[in-house]
């Protein structure tokens, strides 16, 4: 960011240069406590509680895809980022920029998928607004969908909570929906198929929260996968991470195809896994509550948080060796979400 003087692919991949590009331009210009938090939906003081509010945008090629389609990933998209701090999302509105030639069929099934999954996912959307732009000026459409849910009393989610001896819970395999994007760009052909994870999480998070109410922070591992927000988490609360390279799931197909490509499966992108940071007494609870939900059912214990090494994040190889495991840089996957 510092030796640049434009904007390249590499600033939106969710890695270090999306946050140097968050905290040099927007970040000193706008800078509030609500802001500061830099959590995946902002926390809003109301009379009587408080409200999440959350923005995404959302530019995936191609349009539709094994497991999902830019329609549903921008409402689980929102969806997922509200449910990250135990809010329990309302409402979403939604900004389509759609470029000039876009087959009105094409559109309609957009509107269909986000039709089913805001029914999925037990939101409603209340407004919208159109724009168009030239052939040529718009890869098709791009969607922005904003939301609102309510957090109810007692709950405390926030990057900044991780606290040592907390326990690091995985809900699932990391890596299908960004491979399943590379492999139709590249028209590469596998054994078994890769698919999308994208889902709501909205569900299962609430059934952790039950299980486990004192949970400390959560992030859904979107751009710059599974080892970016786990170095965001750490950085955020002044604490170490320690990953078992050995117990992160990820599934055979998936393991192949970054072999392949020459992709680490830790910094590919998801869109329904999520990291929790549990304390320990309630890891058990939490991690059973995930396994009962179908979209959990592969959940598991990934590592700890530790006092050493405050804003970094290791992962303790298959060999018994130690890896300082930084957030993305560079261009990875572009436009994945």
Not at 105 to 110: D, G, P, V
Request: charged share 25%; with cysteine; proline share 6%.
């Amino acid at each position: 960011m510092r030796k640049e003087d434009r904007i390249t692919m590499a600033h939106g991949t969710g890695g270090r240069m999306t946050q140097r590009l968050i905290e040099e331009v927007f970040g000193k210009k706008f800078s509030n406590p609500i802001l500061d938090r830099m959590n995946d939906a902002a926390l809003l003081p109301t009379g009587g509680g408080r409200l999440a509010f959350s923005i995404d945008g959302h530019v995936v090629s191609p349009l539709f895809f094994p497991g999902g389609d830019i329609g549903k990933i921008a409402v689980f998209g929102t969806v997922n980022d509200l449910a990250m701090m135990g809010a329990r999302p309302m409402w979403i509105v939604a900004s389509f920029i759609i470029e000039e030639g876009l087959p009105m069929e094409t559109l309609r099934r957009i509107a269909d998928s986000m039709s089913e999954a805001a029914a999925r996912a037990g939101v409603q959307l209340v407004g919208g607004d159109t724009k168009v732009v030239e052939k040529g000026k718009g890869d098709g459409v791009y969607i922005s969908v904003a939301g609102v849910g309510v957090v109810p009393q007692g709950r405390d989610i926030d990057a900044g909570n991780a606290r040592p001896g907390d326990v690091v819970l995985l809900s699932g395999p990391i890596g299908n929906h960004g491979i399943t994007i590379m492999t139709l760009r590249e028209g590469l052909e596998f054994d078994a198929e890769v698919t999308s994870d994208t889902a709501p999480l909205n569900g299962i998070v609430e059934e952790i929260l039950k299980a486990a109410p004192h949970v400390h922070v959560m992030r859904d591992a979107t751009r710059g996968g599974l080892a970016t927000v786990l170095n965001e988490i750490a950085s955020a609360s002044g604490v170490g991470i320690e990953m078992d390279e050995d117990a992160i799931p990820v599934e055979e197909p998936v393991e192949r195809a970054c072999a392949l490509l020459g992709l680490d499966p830790l910094y590919v992108a998801n869109e329904g896994r999520f990291a929790a940071i549990v304390p320990p007494e309630e890891a058990d609870a939490a991690l059973a509550a995930m396994r009962s939900h179908p979209l959990g059912e592969k959940a598991a214990v990934i590592g700890e948080v530790v006092e050493s090494h405050p804003g970094r994040v290791v992962l303790r190889t298959s060999l018994g060796a130690k890896r300082i495991v930084g957030p993305l840089t560079g261009d990875l996957l572009p436009r994945i979400c």
